[in-house]
């Protein structure tokens, strides 16, 4: 009886402790709501780089990873939500896939000793680590986007936008007004005329704004939406024969779900790219041998080769590395959130590692720092073939204007750690 | 003329046919509150579903198709086969029609002289488990919508405006389709009502249900065709909305479009959504240009349909068209 007892016992303790023995990764997915077409290849992109992790090497330095999915809508309160109730299961590193929900989580996360990877969004000068202990936001941020979209256009117009008039329309929120005070001092340089066009959540109505653009006949439009904003967009370009050329989105405006559903008339229009598309990487040969053909594919399966589902599996790759550096650095397998910090912040992405890694020619080659959690900051521009359904990139891979973003960067982070009381580290 | 005023005059018109879309989804309000006293929270989530329904039939989609793989080990999607536009508009309208039923019997039928918060609650409810059901059938992914609808400039009235003012105007060839459904459906919705007899035992219902039941009409069968015919402008609204942008959950949002238009042309009242919806249509337009847009950076229309219904609600805060409610003690 004593026996059986103490079975019983040892049995339920075991099933009420966490599980120590896996690295534990957090999803904030959001497959529903207004977002879920977009949320899905970046839920399912996270959860097959892992699985594949798993099958092929059994985890990261002997240890079994595991992705822990929690639902979000998309919605701030329901992320903040999803971060209290997974961060007490070992999760090492945050990436909420929403500026609403990383902003939420700076302070909580900094506190908690939980980095975050905000992967192209989020608060822009969580660059500069001095700062910001716990965010990083490589390889690139919003003010790079707008620096390069910029490039772009000086390119495209010969060298000179002094005659130029650009218009940004954007998601009237925190996204969406990120790159403002980066284009307001670009226009200052570079002496184009600005004009902003806030559009309203979600963005289904935008007639207004785009007989604006009509009226006022800028040489270019940039876009910083998401979601039915981004296609409604794209479709009011079209009827007002806009050039779609001439159209550029940020990184969040540049899926095959903004495009497709405009069909032919969104042929031409151009997004910003933070990595490559396609499928022709060696991480899509062992995701094939070890998920595809084994059935054990996150959600519907049919997300590969996407420009999100790539951008996911990007995000997967950064923070395994990270994890594997961070498990050298500490000398154990089993890291903590912190130990995680650490491996992150001695990232070192360089060419060779990403062709070992499978993602040759991918994405450019960057290292973080512990003043430098923003990467590179380089990104691309590419286009969309209507015909093809296809992006294909039409830049390099360029580098954003550091004299006009670094200023920057230095005084909202500045201005924040005065807030905080928060003393800069780094020294 | 003055280019501002030419602008102006431009952003009128379009406000216009903007007003017609709102003025389609708050039709599908109008017409059950009519009739039930049921402010219907899921109408949104209604021109959804109809709109990815839709989608399905045309494009042969297996409904439940990623449930039926998950459990059976299976790979099937499609039926491999296309139905024609028309037909599937017609197959739709009976899944509205089934949905309409199944509302009824499991839904009101039990609900029947509670409280209308009470209903209303019934409809939040049947509004999330609406949107979860249309997500597991179809799927979250956006639909493009392919049922021959015109987009794009209006050629003929760009060329005419110029010719006349020196400025071609822009009008939607959509907003111009939608237009004249919105007249037919109006029209359509109003013959029903006026000359048929299920449309005088909808209105006798909707006056005084206890008497229209003394008389032998049916309260079950009103319900059901009056939430069939809110399903059938739910599918008018849902495909004209949904060629804009694509079939997606955001279409659900809609619905936030058709308040300030019930507000200010009152909840029982036909030609009230009509009415309210041009007049929020053109009125948030024209703040956004005139005002919003030069002074107060934008994106105003969202704030302002809401802030020109409340205005109106001052002086009639039956709206425009709707009931004076008087209630003695």
Redesign the interface.
């Known amino acids: 009886m004593k026996m059986r007892l103490a079975t019983w016992a040892a049995a339920a303790l075991m099933a009420a402790s966490p599980v120590m023995a896996d690295l534990v990764f957090p999803s904030l997915d959001y ?7 977009n949320g ?1 290849p970046l839920a399912d992109g996270y959860q097959d780089y892992f699985n594949m992790l798993n099958e092929r090497d059994g985890g990261i330095g002997g240890v079994m990873t595991r992705v822990l999915s929690c639902e979000t809508g998309y919605n701030t309160e329901k992320g903040v939500e999803c971060y209290e109730s997974t961060k007490g299961e070992g999760s090492l590193v945050y990436q909420p896939y929403s500026t609403g929900i990383t902003y939420q989580l700076i302070p909580k996360a900094t506190a908690d000793d939980i980095p975050i990877h905000s992967m192209g969004y989020g608060r822009t000068s969580a660059k500069n680590g001095k700062v910001f202990s716990h965010v990083f936001n490589y390889p690139g941020s919003y003010w790079d986007a707008a620096s390069i979209a910029v490039k772009h256009i000086i390119d495209v117009s010969g060298g000179d936008v002094s005659d130029k008039k650009i218009a940004l329309v954007y998601h ?1 929120s925190a996204y969406g007004k990120e790159p403002i005070r980066t284009l307001e001092e670009l226009s200052k340089k570079h002496g184009f005329e600005l004009t ?5 959540h ?1 963005g ?2 935008q ?3 785009w ?2 653009i ?2 006022e006949r800028p040489d270019f439009v940039l876009m910083w939406g998401w ?2 904003m981004n ?2 967009a794209i ?1 009011e370009a ?4 806009f050039p779609m050329e001439n159209f550029i989105g940020v990184w969040w405006s540049g899926s095959e ?1 903004d495009v ?2 405009v ?1 032919e ?1 969104a042929n031409g229009y151009k997004a910003l790219a933070l990595s490559s598309p396609g499928m022709d990487y060696g991480v899509y040969d062992d995701l094939k041998t070890y998920i595809y053909d084994k059935g054990l594919a996150a959600g ?1 399966g049919d997300q590969m080769g996407t420009v999100l589902y790539n951008r996911a599996l990007y995000a997967a790759m950064l923070a395994a590395e990270a994890a594997k550096i961070a498990q050298e650095i500490h000398g154990v397998a089993d890291i903590t959130p912190g130990m995680m910090r650490d491996g992150m912040e001695a990232l070192d992405m360089s060419d060779a590692r990403m062709e070992e890694l499978g993602f040759a020619g991918f994405a450019p080659a960057f290292k973080v720092s512990c003043e430098n959690h923003g990467g590179s900051g380089k990104g691309a521009v590419q286009q969309w073939d209507a015909s093809a359904k296809t992006w294909t990139l039409i830049t390099d891979f360029i580098e954003s204007d550091k004299s006009i973003i670094d200023p920057l960067i230095a005084e909202d982070s500045a201005a924040f750690a005065a807030e905080n009381n928060i003393e800069e580290r780094c020294n | 003329m003055p280019e501002q005023l030419l602008w102006s005059a431009e952003v009128f018109l379009n406000g216009l046919m903007a007003g017609v879309l709102y003025a389609l989804v708050a039709l599908g309000f109008v017409l059950i509150y009519k009739a039930s006293g049921i402010f219907n929270f899921a109408q949104g989530v209604m021109a959804l579903f109809a709109a990815m329904t839709l989608y399905g039939i045309m494009n042969g989609l297996v409904p439940f198709a990623h449930l039926i793989n998950a459990v059976f080990g299976t790979e099937i999607h499609y039926f491999g086969w296309n139905v024609p536009a028309l037909a599937a508009i017609l197959l739709t309208v009976g899944v509205m029609i089934g949905f309409s039923y199944l509302v009824q019997r499991f839904i009101f039928r039990y609900l029947v002289g509670q409280e209308p918060i009470i209903l209303f609650m019934a409809t939040i409810g049947l509004a999330y488990f609406l949107e979860g059901v249309g997500d597991l059938m179809w799927g979250s992914d956006i639909k493009t919508l392919e049922v021959g609808l015109p987009q794009g400039i209006n050629e003929t009235i760009d060329q005419v405006t110029f010719d006349a003012f020196g400025y071609g105007f822009f009008i939607d060839n959509l907003d111009i389709v939608a237009s004249c459904v919105a007249a037919v459906l109006v029209m359509a919705l109003v013959i029903f009502a006026q000359y048929t007899k299920q449309g005088r035992a909808m209105r006798a219902v909707a006056d005084d249900h206890q008497a229209a039941l003394s008389v032998g009409v049916s309260l079950n069968f009103i319900w059901i065709l009056v939430w069939s015919l809110a399903g059938f402008v739910a599918l008018v609204a849902g495909i004209m909305w949904g060629a804009k942008s694509g079939v997606q959950f955001s279409l659900s949002l809609i619905a936030l479009k058709a308040l300030p238009v019930l507000m200010l042309g009152g909840f029982t009242s036909i030609p009230g959504a009509i009415v309210g919806g041009l007049i929020i249509g053109v009125g948030e337009k024209l703040f956004e240009f005139l005002i919003g847009q030069p002074y107060l950076g934008g994106a105003t229309e969202n704030w302002f349909a809401y802030m020109l219904a409340l205005i109106f609600l001052l002086f009639r805060p039956q709206g425009l068209f709707g009931e004076k409610i008087i209630e003695r003690v």
């Open positions: 497959r529903t709501g207004p977002y879920a077409a899905i009237n902003l066009l806030a559009v309203d979600p289904q109505e007639k207004s704004q007989l604006q009509r009226r979601g039915v296609q409604v479709q079209a009827n007002i024969r779900n497709l559903p069909g008339a519907n």
